[in-house]
């Protein structure tokens, strides 16, 4: 088997990624260049293929724990993102996310994505405003900071002034985004096919299923606008929820203007202890907006990872606000399978097990409905059956929870695959959370599960109120048509 691994990794090698050798060691930017992406990439798949086959003890002379094979994996996944760019920075983003889900190798090496994006040339920024909008810079902004407040994998923002002294953040895409999204996809999915063919439980086909999805919607940002629109219109009653305006007459598919905010990341806790901001309002607030948006909406921010999460006191009323930003990813679920998982939910809060394992079951998790609720809830089996809302988080029960990610990788994967999609994307959301809690110190805080419990019976009881409604109205239907005939 060894043997195989190594002529299969080699030849790859050789075949696949020689052009991108080649090119990558040159002083060129030929990034854009598929075969130099695909080369790279086929090259990296091959040293992981060559890791894969030490952690069994396959080859001789060689041996290495699972953790040191995970750290080198990650850091040879890291520098692939970062080489290729784009997309494969954004689902390295995603894989960084899931705390409780992957290895702790993979996701605190990966985590550096979110701060390490390339950024686009100030000429290359000009050409897409050029193109998308029609004028000059000078023709649109009084002042235009060409150093970027920020950069993401998909686009970086800039600072400007409007001719009316309106200050604007101006999100512009990265210009090579588009065309080689499609392309990069196509790559990751030939070579998770590859992987998986040799390593059965390695089976994280959800990965490229999920971006092929959400891809299309992350680079049109006129669809992030509305989104942004939707969720301040439907969020409005919370007072404490600040979403940038849009300004629609500066914005296409490739360029989002809205209203300038400033603040410090929600895991900033010095800046929060700068401007008196309590921390327990912040993460109890937080815990709110997202109670709300998945339990009674359905319809769920999905990225909220701290630089897209801002706090800061209001400049009018003083008193604390949090800023949602970036709203191209969005989960929109379906009533059933919102309606589960609010019991699912119920279940954990109050230890009923049969709800528990019933609910997981409604969910796809089949047998495998103990590791789902320990994946969900990032709790050890006995907190799940105690109750999780009874039972503080100790280190100890962190560490066993992030242990278990790499031992239970194969029965993790398998759950993944099973579970609808909607469910994968909301995981990632609870993990993104759940870092912004831990930082604060502020998980398993009894005010959470009594808002999530508060939004859980408001759904349901909504539900069963439709539900009543609709089935009062059919017996009504029913009764006209009897003393009609």
């Given at each position: 088997?060894?043997?195989?691994?190594?002529?299969?990794?080699?030849?790859?090698?050789?075949?696949?990624?020689?052009?991108?050798?080649?090119?990558?060691?040159?002083?060129?930017?030929?990034?854009?260049?598929?075969?130099?992406?695909?080369?790279?990439?086929?090259?990296?798949?091959?040293?992981?293929?060559?890791?894969?086959?030490?952690?069994?003890?396959?080859?001789?002379?060689?041996?290495?724990?699972r953790?040191?094979?995970?750290?080198?994996?990650?850091?040879?996944?890291?520098?692939?993102?970062?080489?290729?760019?784009?997309?494969?920075?954004?689902?390295?983003?995603?894989?960084?996310?899931?705390?409780?889900?992957?290895?702790?190798?993979?996701t605190?090496?990966?985590?550096?994505?979110h701060?390490?994006?390339?950024?686009?040339?100030?000429?290359?920024?000009?050409?897409?405003?050029?193109?998308?909008?029609?004028?000059?810079?000078?023709?649109?902004?009084?002042?235009?900071?060409?150093?970027?407040?920020?950069?993401?994998?998909?686009?970086?923002?800039?600072?400007?002034?409007?001719?009316?002294?309106?200050?604007?953040?101006?999100?512009?895409?990265?210009?090579?985004?588009?065309?080689?999204?499609?392309?990069?996809?196509?790559?990751?999915?030939?070579?998770?096919?590859?992987?998986?063919?040799?390593?059965?439980?390695?089976?994280?086909?959800?990965?490229?299923?999920?971006?092929?999805?959400?891809?299309?919607?992350?680079?049109?940002?006129?669809?992030?606008?509305?989104?942004?629109?939707?969720?301040?219109?439907?969020?409005?009653?919370?007072?404490?929820?600040?979403?940038?305006?849009?300004?629609?007459?500066?914005?296409?598919?490739?360029i989002?203007?809205?209203?300038?905010?400033?603040?410090?990341?929600?895991?900033?806790?010095?800046?929060?202890?700068?401007?008196?901001?309590?921390?327990?309002?912040?993460?109890?607030?937080?815990?709110?907006?997202?109670?709300?948006?998945?339990?009674?909406?359905?319809?769920?921010?999905?990225?909220?990872?701290?630089?897209?999460?801002?706090?800061?006191?209001?400049?009018?009323?003083?008193?604390?606000?949090?800023?949602?930003?970036?709203?191209?990813?969005?989960?929109?679920?379906?009533?059933?399978?919102?309606?589960?998982?609010?019991?699912?939910?119920?279940?954990?809060?109050?230890?009923?097990m049969?709800?528990?394992?019933?609910?997981?079951?409604?969910?796809?998790?089949?047998?495998?409905?103990?590791?789902?609720?320990?994946?969900?809830?990032?709790?050890?089996?006995?907190?799940?059956?105690?109750?999780?809302?009874?039972?503080?988080?100790?280190?100890?029960e962190?560490?066993?929870?992030?242990?278990?990610?790499?031992?239970?990788?194969?029965?993790?994967?398998?759950?993944?695959?099973?579970?609808?999609?909607?469910m994968?994307?909301?995981?990632?959301?609870?993990?993104?959370?759940r870092?912004?809690?831990?930082?604060?110190?502020?998980?398993?805080?009894?005010?959470?599960?009594?808002n999530?419990?508060?939004?859980?019976?408001?759904?349901?009881?909504?539900?069963?109120?439709?539900?009543?409604?609709?089935?009062t109205?059919?017996?009504?239907?029913?009764?006209?048509?009897?003393?009609?005939?």
């Amino acid at each position: 088997m060894a043997a195989r691994l190594l002529k299969l990794s080699s030849l790859a090698t050789a075949v696949f990624a020689s052009s991108g050798f080649y090119f990558y060691n040159k002083q060129l930017d030929l990034s854009d260049l598929s075969v130099v992406r695909f080369g790279r990439a086929a090259a990296t798949v091959s040293s992981l293929i060559q890791l894969k086959a030490v952690a069994r003890g396959d080859v001789d002379g060689f041996f290495f724990c699972r953790g040191q094979v995970h750290r080198r994996s990650a850091e040879r996944l890291r520098d692939l993102c970062c080489a290729n760019r784009g997309t494969f920075i954004k689902v390295g983003q995603h894989l960084g996310a899931l705390d409780y889900l992957l290895p702790e190798e993979y996701t605190s090496t990966l985590k550096v994505l979110h701060s390490s994006a390339p950024q686009s040339s100030m000429e290359e920024i000009q050409q897409v405003i050029r193109e998308d909008l029609g004028k000059e810079l000078s023709d649109l902004f009084v002042s235009f900071e060409e150093k970027p407040q920020g950069a993401a994998s998909l686009a970086q923002v800039h600072k400007a002034v409007l001719h009316d002294g309106r200050t604007v953040a101006l999100k512009i895409q990265h210009p090579k985004v588009q065309t080689q999204s499609s392309k990069d996809i196509m790559v990751m999915e030939v070579l998770l096919k590859a992987i998986h063919w040799l390593f059965p439980d390695f089976a994280f086909m959800w990965l490229v299923e999920e971006a092929k999805k959400n891809m299309p919607l992350e680079l049109d940002f006129l669809n992030e606008g509305h989104n942004a629109e939707k969720v301040a219109s439907m969020l409005a009653h919370f007072p404490f929820l600040k979403v940038p305006m849009i300004h629609w007459d500066l914005s296409t598919k490739r360029i989002l203007t809205m209203e300038f905010i400033e603040g410090g990341q929600v895991n900033d806790k010095n800046y929060m202890k700068e401007h008196d901001i309590n921390v327990n309002e912040i993460s109890e607030n937080l815990g709110k907006l997202y109670s709300e948006m998945i339990f009674v909406h359905g319809f769920v921010h999905c990225d909220p990872h701290p630089g897209n999460v801002l706090v800061r006191k209001c400049p009018q009323s003083k008193k604390m606000e949090i800023v949602l930003l970036d709203h191209g990813l969005y989960q929109a679920l379906q009533p059933d399978f919102r309606l589960n998982y609010c019991r699912l939910w119920m279940s954990l809060i109050k230890g009923d097990m049969s709800g528990v394992e019933r609910y997981s079951r409604r969910l796809g998790a089949g047998d495998l409905y103990p590791l789902f609720a320990c994946v969900l809830t990032a709790r050890s089996w006995d907190a799940v059956n105690a109750g999780i809302s009874s039972v503080p988080v100790t280190h100890a029960e962190d560490v066993e929870i992030r242990t278990n990610a790499a031992l239970y990788l194969p029965q993790i994967s398998d759950l993944l695959n099973r579970v609808p999609r909607q469910m994968l994307l909301l995981l990632k959301t609870n993990d993104l959370l759940r870092g912004i809690e831990t930082t604060l110190q502020t998980r398993a805080a009894s005010s959470s599960f009594i808002n999530m419990s508060r939004c859980c019976i408001r759904a349901m009881a909504r539900s069963e109120a439709m539900n009543s409604l609709l089935s009062t109205s059919l017996k009504k239907r029913l009764f006209y048509l009897r003393i009609s005939s």
